[in-house]
């Protein structure tokens, strides 16, 4: 069994306080993009995994019952801010679930990171409440817009970035502003004037090179640039696939890619 397992970009991320469970509240928009790793899963008495020790897709076939011989071709960067390791894992519950109802397999998703349940759901582009788990598809979001990925040799811990981060003031505002925006947008130019990350003052903070490429970034024509999730991986949004591609030339080490 082959899996394809897509990236994700937050387009916007906004973070208020703290939650009961110790999770901060979250606004998101989530976009899927074609930046993709691909798993294969061969029956085998015990998991084990090559090419890359993911933990997560170790995790999901164990909250499954599963044991698999997975071979996992690495492309989207780890500890990112991409997501590539929740994607793993929801591409593999996405493949074993059987006849699990939907709210167990969600429950599980929950369970191994806030991001699994985006995946999980297919859903190319969706705005994410709550943790980041409630989830509302946005059929109509304009998907025709580039993306230039600039990633770091650095990682970041999502728990150190969390845990540095300054809830956003204006919390209730922005999240509103958000909800409605998202219903509005039209073009590209639309979909930049959502971008926003409050996490990226504290990911500058753990790994300031991320300034640098912001500015590489924006200097090579981007709409908007933007760290996404916990970083240290920026991205910069472009009028279309193309443009991001003459941006690519510019930038070395930069990745061109578009909403799936």
Sequence with gaps: ???S??????????????????FHRLATVFVAI???DTIELHPAPATSVEGFPDTLITRALE?????????????IPVAA??????????AVLRALRRRRPVDELYAIARSLG???PFFLSGLEVA??????????PLPDFPRSFGVLLVPSQERLSAADVFARAQPNEIYPAVRGDLIRGVHTVRSAADVAGLVANDLEPAAIELCPGIADALASVRAAGALAAAVSGSGPTVFGLFGDRAAAEAAQALIPGSIATSPV
């Design 127 to 136: 705005l994410g409440t709550g943790r980041g788990d409630v989830l509302q």
């Design 34 to 36: 074609d930046l993709r």
């Design 5 to 22: 397992a897509p990236a994700k970009i937050n387009l916007c991320l906004r973070v208020g306080p703290l939650r009961d469970d110790g």
């Design 81 to 90: 801010g991409l997501g590539g390791g929740s994607s793993d894992a929801a």
């Design 63 to 75: 909250a499954l019952g599963e044991s698999r011989r997975v071979v996992l071709d690495k492309r």
């Design 114 to 116: 806030s991001d699994v």
């Design 1 to 3: 069994m082959i899996l």
